[in-house]
DNA sequence: TCTTGACTTAGACATTGTCCAATGTAGGAT
DNA sequence: ATCCTACATTGGACAATGTCTAAGTCAAGA
């Protein structure tokens, strides 16, 4: 994602101090943040930036897909950076740490015809749920 | 789920009829209730029912394996009464409606163990995701 | 029928997200 | 280099969903 910002520039994106902080945010260590986690770090690097902001520009790359909203469970969405390579989510369900993954096989191929109801599908969501070894110790 | 009522009583749930009236709303058509959808459903029969009893309820029946919590969006999670089969879900991108569907195959067998990461699975969830016939066209 | 511990209620509160009017500014035009 | 202006940011109000608590109510066993 290091040149995120360069495709986002050449898609007529205004480059602006708050979205430069929230690209490298995302772009850190590849973990799955809240938007409050987002805006948070954000504001290390600048402390006025606002939440609204934070949401704003997440919602965009959302939208330009350089991003992924994750959401394993009711609370808040978490934002995954890595939307260049397909991937799936393995949570635990204790602690609710996440992590990518990659299954073999064609997860589409798994729905029958008659079981689609005429829907044209474009994409598949797993999630794995059960416990990592530290919370199954 | 006929008989939920009877599976309740016998482990020791006292059936008042704000409890009663919440599991015959999800026992009617086969539906994906948001918790407020439950909440106004059985406020018709039962006008003096509260929103905390409605939440405190479904939240019994999750934790008791009758019913399944599902959350395809980032907003009110639904109450799926199917818990009785394994199913998985299909949601059109553009209206929401939810369809239960039953995809062949082993799903877990899909992660290899090297992307399992030590963690015990024990269940996993799929969404697939796109347009349903009314809103392609 | 009495008693009691479990259940329900109303409403305050918490979390997460959205919207808006006022203000600021990136980047092209001059 | 400076100016313009459309687009971006801000702060705070608001909305949606869910949780908690103290006080009152009731199902079901004795």
Redesign the pocket.
Known sequence: MSDLLERL?GR????????RVVAEVLDGDHVHY???EVHAAAAER?P??????????L??LVSLGEVIEV?TD????RYDPNAHHAHQHLVCAKCGTIRDVHPSGDLLADLPTQERYGFAISAVEVTYRGLCPDCAA
Chains 1, 2 share one sequence.
């Open positions: 520039r007529g994106w205004r480059l602006t101090a708050q979205r809240t938007a409050d600048l006025e930036i606002s939440r609204a902001t934070v949401y704003n520009t919602g965009e959401t009711g609370r808040a969405k």
